[in-house]
């Protein structure tokens, strides 16, 4: 018997909010004319909106994003890796963006992987590459393997360790929760950066509208604690990577060496100059690392 999951918490705080966040959503998605809406998926955690892009002749990439981002925030970065592959891009329901806009009880990230594996099948008919961001990694590891999974690339992962937290997490943080604005959501996008990203370019400067944007109209969502041991066992037969940004202060290459080691016996790959946003910092380097997973 199938267990569906009760809903009890609303993303958006109020219907005009919602109606902003999914106006954003659209005019972002429309800078890239070739990135087509697939049908709506119905799922377990509720209707999935997904994305496909046409793209060169390596492996599809499947891109589960990281907290509070989705498919319109991620449209250059995924711009950048369709010069090899195709891409699809996935809105997380409980996230902001097209999916669905409630939350499950406890959102655990187990019942995101068995959302994941609904989901695959009705999105892609062969292997992809399942890229996933932060969250994305821990959601891309609490699912089941299958054939469709070519491999895994796993950006700044939550799921193998818990994430660093400092005074200079909470003083970045707490004024963009508190006071949402063009200046607080900078200054938290400055700290989740890595020195080589210049937070004053065109596409920077539209993620910190978009922060701006999460804190004023919705409910954001902790980072996932460590995944059980039997969530990795179960890829020992997958190609997996796992890399970070040099400077990431959540996920820190020191951080997540041991447990990458340990849980997965892979190296963690440095992407210099990057922080907790590489996959939207160094689009380019993540594309390497793609390569590498080609079947």
Do not use: K
């Amino acid at each position: 018997m199938t267990v569906v999951p009760r809903r009890t918490a609303r993303v958006y705080r109020s219907e005009t909010a919602e109606r902003s966040v999914h106006a954003w959503c659209h005019r972002a998605l429309s800078q890239w004319p070739e990135l087509g809406p697939l049908p709506p998926v119905e799922t377990r955690l509720g209707p999935t909106q997904a994305f496909r892009a046409a793209g060169g002749t390596g492996t599809p990439v499947l891109v589960l994003s990281g907290t509070n981002f989705n498919a319109a925030t991620t449209v250059p970065a995924a711009r950048a890796l369709a010069a090899d592959r195709p891409v699809l891009l996935v809105d997380l329901p409980g996230q902001p963006g097209l999916s669905c806009g409630q939350r499950t009880a406890g959102s655990r990230i187990e019942a995101y992987g068995a959302w994941l594996d609904e989901l695959l099948p009705r999105i892609t008919d062969g292997p992809v590459i399942v890229l996933g961001h932060s969250r994305g990694a821990a959601i891309a590891l609490s699912s089941t393997p299958n054939p469709l999974v070519a491999g895994m690339l796993l950006l700044n992962p939550a799921g193998l360790t818990a994430a660093g937290v400092s005074s200079e997490s909470m003083r970045a943080t707490l004024p963009w929760m508190i006071h949402p604005n063009e200046q607080t959501s900078t200054r938290l996008l400055e700290f989740l950066s890595g020195p080589s990203t210049d937070t004053g370019c065109e596409e920077h400067r539209s993620e910190a509208e978009w922060l701006t944007m999460v804190s004023r109209h919705c409910r954001t969502h902790s980072t996932p604690t460590p995944l059980h041991a039997e969530s990795f066992l179960a890829w020992a037969g997958t190609p997996v990577r796992v890399a970070t940004g040099s400077h990431d202060p959540f996920f820190s290459p020191a951080r997540l060496h041991g447990p990458a080691r340990r849980f997965l016996d892979s190296d963690v790959r440095i992407i210099e100059g990057a922080g907790h946003l590489s996959l939207y910092e160094q689009p380019e380097s993540v594309a390497e690392l793609l390569r590498e997973l080609d079947t």
